[in-house]
């Protein structure tokens, strides 16, 4: 199952491909489809292999995509903190 997913929106992307290429699970691949601009924005692949990490939003020069995460992996984090505390006492 994913852990992440993104959000997309075309009509801001100048199809640079970035997101594309800085991806580090090859989710993305620009589309044939056009904008209202004429640029091809991308697509999601891969939806499966999203970790949700961002890195294409954090690329992407027009904001355009980002990514975010879809499983509960922070919370997770913060109850794991809080235990290895609880285990210092
Ligand atoms: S959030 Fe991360 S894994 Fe998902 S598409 Fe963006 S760069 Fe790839
Ligand atoms: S990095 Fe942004 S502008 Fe470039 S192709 Fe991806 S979504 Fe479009």
């Known amino acids: 199952m994913a852990r992440g997913a993104v959000s997309i929106l075309v009509e801001r992307c100048k199809s640079c491909g970035f997101c594309v ?3 580090p ?4 691949a620009l ?3 056009f904008n ?6 991308p697509h999601v692949l891969n939806p499966e292999k999203c970790t949700g990490c ?5 690329y992407c020069p027009d904001f355009a995509i980002h990514g975010y995460r879809t499983d509960n992996s922070a919370e997770t984090t913060i ?9 210092a006492r």
């Open 36 to 41: 209202s601009k004429g640029h091809h924005p």
């Open 21 to 23: 290429e800085f991806c």
């Open 79 to 87: 109850k794991e903190m809080g235990k290895e505390s609880d285990d």
């Open 31 to 33: 589309s044939s489809a």
């Open 25 to 28: 699970s090859k989710v993305l």
């Open 54 to 58: 961002d890195l294409c939003g954090r």
